[in-house]
């Protein structure tokens, strides 16, 4: 997983104007450079230099459903298309699209996955009933993450 994220920003940092990115990912700190100053040419453009870090509390604290083992409720799961911010309802304000135990239609609005700014409304791609819903509004997903389950009728 962090392997994912760390090519995300490799990715980023190459088609970006951002030249050094510093992050923690379980306790391993990464500095990625793209152009060093005084650097001779020949070189590889980006420069990952892994160092261990004896602080731990900027690494965050995984969630509950992020440390269990896979849910064995019947149905098809419904699989996160990108990373982003999780969200139940169009606002805060309105009724999530879906709780447990509804009925959906193809093309049906499921929930809102925010990346990049963008809010990405993400459907139904078959008739069912929610078994499950895994993730709660306003938390992080990765890309493949389960969301929901669906028993298709």
Do not use: H
Request: hydrophobic share 35%; charged share 30%.
């Amino acid at each position: 997983m962090w392997q994912d994220r760390l090519k995300e920003i490799l990715y980023i940092l190459e088609n970006s104007d951002v030249n050094e990115i510093d992050v923690t990912f379980f306790g391993i700190r990464y500095r990625v450079v793209k152009e060093a100053p005084g650097v001779e040419e020949g070189l590889p453009e980006a420069t990952v230099t892994p160092k261990q870090t004896t602080d731990r509390s900027d690494i965050p604290e995984m969630s509950e459903t992020a440390t269990k083992e896979p849910d064995s409720t019947p149905g098809v799961e419904i699989l996160s298309p990108m990373p982003g911010t999780f969200y139940r309802a169009p606002s805060p304000d309105d009724p999530p699209y879906v709780k447990e135990g509804d009925s959906v239609k193809k093309g049906d609005p499921l929930c809102i996955i925010e990346a990049m700014k963008i809010m990405n409304e993400i459907e139904a791609e078959d008739n069912g009933v929610i078994q499950k819903i895994f993730i709660e509004s306003g938390q992080a997903v990765e890309f493949n993450q389960p969301l929901f389950i669906i028993e298709p009728n």
